[in-house]
């Protein structure tokens, strides 16, 4: 029986390198959570459901009475996890150039694919950008948003049934 001997740190060096890439570790995020903070900063008046829904989420009530989406997540949860991204935001103001992870998971994210329903099943209209690098519009001081895609909004309407 032998005993393997730990690699040294050369092989172990060798070994992350040679696929040439660098792992980045942390959250992927969701798209639906990227269009909410986007939604809530485009209208700081604009409800936490409101911006939630905006974003894609999609929530009923429960015969038991508890309100939640369609990942079986309370509406309190959800309220909580985009207070905090705009907490994050806001503490951590950052620069095009110096990107903070939020910024980041929110300008690497395609929001067209955001899309939902209102608690009484009427497709909500996202005005949410189609663009992969959304960040410049968190700062911008005219802040208008584009129009939804009406080819994707009923290739969507497709699945919903």
Do not use: W, Y
């Not at 639906?32 to 700081?44: G, K, L, N, T």
């Not at 959304?134 to 919903?160: T, W």
């Amino acid at each position: 029986c032998s005993q393997q001997q730990p690699p040294t740190a050369t092989q172990r060096e060798t070994a992350k390198g040679e696929n040439g890439r660098k792992s980045k570790l942390g959250r992927k995020g969701d798209p639906r959570m990227h269009a909410a903070v986007v939604a809530r900063s485009e209208d700081p008046k604009l409800g936490l459901r409101d911006a939630l829904e905006r974003g894609g989420f999609v929530f009923f009530r429960e015969p038991n009475g508890n309100v939640v989406d369609t990942d079986n997540i309370a509406l309190s949860q959800r309220k909580n996890q985009l207070s905090r991204r705009l907490r994050m935001l806001k503490q951590n103001p950052c620069k095009e150039s110096d990107e903070c992870d939020v910024c980041e998971d929110i300008s690497n994210t395609n929001f067209s694919s955001a899309q939902g329903q209102n608690g009484n099943g009427e497709t909500l209209e996202k005005n949410v950008p189609e663009t992969k690098n959304v960040f410049p519009i968190l700062n911008s001081k005219k802040r208008k948003m584009p129009q939804s895609d009406p080819k994707l909004d009923v290739a969507l309407s497709q699945f919903r049934g």
